[in-house]
């Protein structure tokens, strides 16, 4: 399993449960935000997630059968100044990853995306089903990447299986 933001909070305890569960894990981080030691000495491969050839090199050379995706900027305040960087970053990062799990014939993914997506619902029990209004650049573009997968999961002859995960509070 390749684990993409594996040297950030959330990517390195992940990755030590799943390697504590038997499986082979690989981290793959640009430790902008992460950090190595997180990883406690699990194979790693620091690269860009926006760099397609060594994210496909990386998952035919590690031989990864699923992807773990926590690689993402996070911080609502920071989506609300620079937008840009959010939707360059988690949206086309993302699909960097997609294109490079095709070429390397990987097909499950996990995306880690975020209760933001919901926006603010001020007093309504929020589950699955409900409503997805985004109020800043860090929730529109997880609820973008959504999305995306949803759609190249749908199209003709696609053959990826995923799961999103929206966090409330990670801890």
């Not at 799990?101 to 589950?127: I, P, W």
């Amino acid at each position: 399993i390749l684990i993409t933001g594996g040297a950030g909070y959330v990517g390195s305890a992940c990755l030590r449960y799943v390697a504590e569960q038997g499986h082979d894990v690989m981290a793959y981080d640009s430790l902008v935000m992460g950090h190595e030691q997180a990883m406690d000495g699990h194979a790693f491969v620091e690269g860009d997630i926006a760099d397609t050839a060594l994210l496909t090199q990386t998952l035919k050379d590690f031989g990864a059968d699923a992807v773990m995706h926590f690689a993402a900027a996070t911080y609502v305040g920071e989506s609300v100044e620079n937008p840009e960087y959010y939707y360059r970053n988690n949206v086309s990062g993302t699909l960097s990853l997609l294109n490079a799990m095709r070429a390397a014939g990987v097909n499950r993914l996990l995306f880690s995306s975020t209760c933001a997506t919901y926006g603010e619902q001020d007093g309504v029990l929020l589950d699955e089903t409900s409503p997805q209004r985004p109020t800043n650049a860090y929730g529109a573009s997880k609820r973008a990447v959504e999305e995306i997968i949803a759609h190249m999961a749908a199209a003709p002859g696609a053959d990826l299986s995923h799961v999103f995960f929206r966090y409330f509070n990670v801890a």
